[in-house]
């Protein structure tokens, strides 16, 4: 098993940084690499042999556009220029080339796997838990996706899909899992469980010992499934009690999308704080699913400020 760490491979966040630095970095806390996300296209600042996986880039709210369907995008983003800022194309097959730049990326740091958000949520569904798409339309539409960029490709890295608690991959539920498992037809597909976005599904959850209890639960609701987990994003998430409240306090709607946007991007940040999971237990929910890539996925400015949680993470291991 290799134990990661997330970064984000930024010219200016690193621009404190070296290779050998970061080395000394990664061997100080005990780590075996980085599972990295770019952010801006710029040439790496990070370099082949510090990167294990790589974190695709996203979009929360996406199958609107992949689907053509601008009655809703005019909705959400109010004009054309809004939604092609917001994905920095004009057409579906934008995506697609940015996704391709991805996978380029990945295969020039030597990835081992990649990841792969199964999800679409939008500014107003992040603050009212009303969904506008189905865990079917989504994982479809992820699936057609994946299969374009993937047909007739070989690539050296797994793909790993990764749960989240809106629209699309959640896993709890098999019937959902198997669906998109068996949909994207590159053979070198797994599963990535992300812990805290798996506690989120649930916000009935009242501390991270019922946490680790229900994920206990849906490794054996999935059965044999569970066996498709490669890697794993650890951290924590008993958030249930602020999701209620925020629930029934909840501001009104900013007018514009970036102001939603806004809004939806400090809720997510108290709903999922990526903080260290340490409850007992942890050790061995890891040792159940026995991950070939476990990454602490913690927040921090800055890799020295999220040093402590690495160590507090790793202590409870």
Known sequence: MLTLTNIVDNLEMLSGSTE????????????????????????????????????LVFWA???DFWRGDTKA????????????AYYGCSTPEGLVTQYEA???????????????????????ETMTYRRFHSDEAVIDAS??????????????????????????????????????????????TGLLLDTGHLFNAN???PDEAACLAFAHDMLSLHGALSSRIRGMHLHGAATGSIVREMLGTAPALAEDFPGRFAQ?????????????LTVPGVRELVARVSPEY??????????????????????AL
């Open 20 to 55: 050998e630095s970061l080395r000394a970095y990664l061997a100080a806390c005990g780590l075996d690499g980085f599972e990295a996300i770019r952010c801006g296209a710029h040439a790496p600042a990070l370099t082949p042999g510090l990167v294990r996986g790589v974190h």
């Open 61 to 63: 709210d996406w199958v």
């Open 73 to 84: 995008l005019l909705q959400k983003f109010g004009s054309r220029a809004a939604w092609e």
């Open 102 to 124: 991805e996978l380029a990326y990945a295969k020039a740091m030597g990835a081992s796997y990649i990841v792969f958000h199964v999800s679409d949520v939008s500014p107003e």
């Open 143 to 188: 699936a057609e996706l994946l299969n374009l960029l993937f047909k007739g490709k070989d690539y050296p890295f797994e793909l790993l899909l990764e749960n989240l608690w809106w629209p699309g991959l959640t896993m709890t539920s098999p019937a959902m899992t198997e669906r998109m498992l068996s949909a994207v037809q590159y053979v070198k």
């Open 203 to 205: 916000p009935e959850l």
């Open 264 to 276: 939806a991007y400090d809720w997510v940040t108290r709903i999922d704080p990526h903080c260290p």
């Open 294 to 315: 476990l990454v602490l996925e913690l927040a921090g400015g800055s890799l020295d400020a999220r040093r402590a949680k690495i160590e507090r993470q790793l202590a």
